[in-house]
């Protein structure tokens, strides 16, 4: 078992930053190789969650905290690009039928694992290639962190695939690092700006809930938005 002690679990990250930045797909490049880099990410890190730059070990606060003015009541959910499954498990704990989705196999086998008995239904897709039926399917598409980790002009093509997800009147949840629109960003990841999250609105959907909060880390802050967009009924 790895040692989950909080100087031994950072210490153990902090060098998979370091080995993982290093290889090809880790700073950027095409998607053929970001793709690979993820699916080298989890196979790596061989069952310890320290090796894996992005996961908590635990839903992220921000979805719980919508999750609790917001319970699900039986609709279905979608968890986008899931990683490790805490926050499809919230998702299905918070009431919603979920299904969740992960281009990486690596991850859904471990998702699967730690969560024996889950009712989520995990799936290994690519974002842009994910099954017809799933169009115009879903109550509630939930995106944490996914579109910040794609470059142009998987990016947009991932916009579009999300909005086209939704059921009428289905809600579309984005938690997401954000920068200044005309800021550089020096990814991965890299923070989206005000044009780029919004432009759910030019698709159809309505932005109905903005918040904007930053994550403090030792010597920074890290700007972030929790937006809903809603398609019309
Ligand atoms: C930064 S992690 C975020 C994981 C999770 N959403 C979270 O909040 O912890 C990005 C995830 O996107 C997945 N991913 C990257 N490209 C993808 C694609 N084209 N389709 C589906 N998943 C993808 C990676 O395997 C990785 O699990």
């Not at 989520?120 to 939930?142: C, K, M, T």
């Not at 995106?143 to 470059?151: D, F, K, M, W």
Request: aromatic letters at 8%; proline letters at 7%.
């Amino acid at each position: 078992m790895p040692d989950d002690r909080p100087d031994a679990f950072l210490a153990r990250r902090d060098a998979a930053r370091a080995r993982l930045d290093d290889l090809t797909g880790g700073k950027g490049g095409s998607s053929a190789d970001r793709a690979e880099w993820f699916r080298t990410v989890y196979r790596e890190a061989a069952g310890d969650t320290a090796a894996v730059p992005w996961a908590d070990g635990k839903a992220k606060q921000a979805l719980v905290d919508w999750l609790a003015d917001h319970p699900g009541q039986g609709q279905t959910a979608l968890d986008v690009a899931c990683g490790l499954g805490d926050n499809a498990q919230a998702l299905a704990e918070a009431g919603y039928t979920t299904t969740a989705f992960d281009l990486a196999p690596e991850a859904i086998d471990w998702a699967r694992s730690r969560f024996p008995g889950s009712s989520v239904r995990y799936v290994a897709a690519d974002l842009i290639e994910l099954p017809p039926d799933w169009s115009g399917a879903f109550d509630l598409v939930h995106e944490c962190y996914t579109l910040q980790a794609l470059q142009e002009p998987l990016r947009s093509r991932a916009v579009d695939v999300l909005a086209g997800l939704l059921k009428p009147a289905g809600r579309l949840l984005l938690i997401s690092r954000v920068r200044a629109e005309g800021a550089a960003s020096d990814g991965p990841p890299w923070p989206l700006s005000p044009s780029e999250w919004r432009r759910f609105e030019s698709l159809g959907l309505t932005l109905v809930e903005a918040t904007s909060y930053e994550i403090t880390r030792p010597g920074r802050t890290i700007p972030h938005v929790r937006a809903v967009f809603a398609r019309p009924a």
